[in-house]
């Protein structure tokens, strides 16, 4: 009997320090995530005060405010004093005063890109290597033939199942300074230091006086040329549903060596940094969702 009445105890202890492990384990995984933008601290309050017996709800407020970008310990402990926020809560047991003016103040700090409405049929779809964009474009390809899925023109060569004017053009160096000189390309970049690719002007006019939707699948720099070569382009971002995520698919295999990988992920912060250029971010949690989001930006923006 004796024996018994201790071992039950022990064996709850042990769940529940294994519960603790594993809160602590999800906190650092949403501090990550706002660290490297992957979620917006907005709507990391918010689901804490819908909540509050969360992962976030449960997350002290001086965790949540050094997570995010650019907050330092002194920037932190100021904002608190300013706001009047006490430095024990946690934040699922703020007041409604203090989530308001934390509210406001993140508002200020982190401004939430809105949509800019419907304007256009020219999708161009970016985001941070390996989060799946080419993955995301490809199931439009076969689901969605009413979209005109544009081809690049790249100088890598081909991969085995890659089909020329399919998935690429395929063209040397000379070919490609010629479409530069020839003004055929609506952007270009070198991407991964690599090969040129670049978005043939032509084909793409030619949907759109159709009354097509067109779809870019581009690399960031040139997602930042369409816009200036035309405004009213729709950009859309593809987010990865967790920093941690996009870590396993950057450097899952493991097959890199330290300062690749260091390179790669130091690579997709500065890439997630760019997400408030876009009009839409969209979160990639699983390929035919992230598809029809954004296929149905597609017909809510056609005109
Ligand atoms: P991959 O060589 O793996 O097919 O593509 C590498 C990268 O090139 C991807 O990030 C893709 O978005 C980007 N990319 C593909 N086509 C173009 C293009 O026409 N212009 C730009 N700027 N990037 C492209």
Redesign the pocket.
Known sequence: MAEERRTVPEVDRAAAARRAVERRRARASVKRDLTMRVVTPQSVLHRATEDPDSVEGSMRITDFLLALPAIGAGKRDRVLEQLHISPVKRLGGLGARQRRVLEEWLDERFPVSTPRGARSRLLV??GP?AVG??TV?AHIRENNPEIHL?V???T?PP?PG?IDGV??YFVDDAEFDRLIADGE?L???V??N??R????RAPIDAALAEGKTVL????????R?VREAEPSATLIFLLPPSWDELVHRLVGRGTEDAEERSRRLRTAKVELAAQNEFDHLIVNEDVATAAREVVDLSTSSAR
């Not at 870019?216 to 997602?223: K, N, T, V, Y």
């Open positions: 779809l970016a290597t964009k080419g474009a544009s690049s023109a790249t890598r991969r890659e998935h690429y390309l952007e270009y970049a991407v991964h690599r090969s690719y670049g978005t043939p870019l699948e581009i690399d960031l720099q040139g997602a040329q």
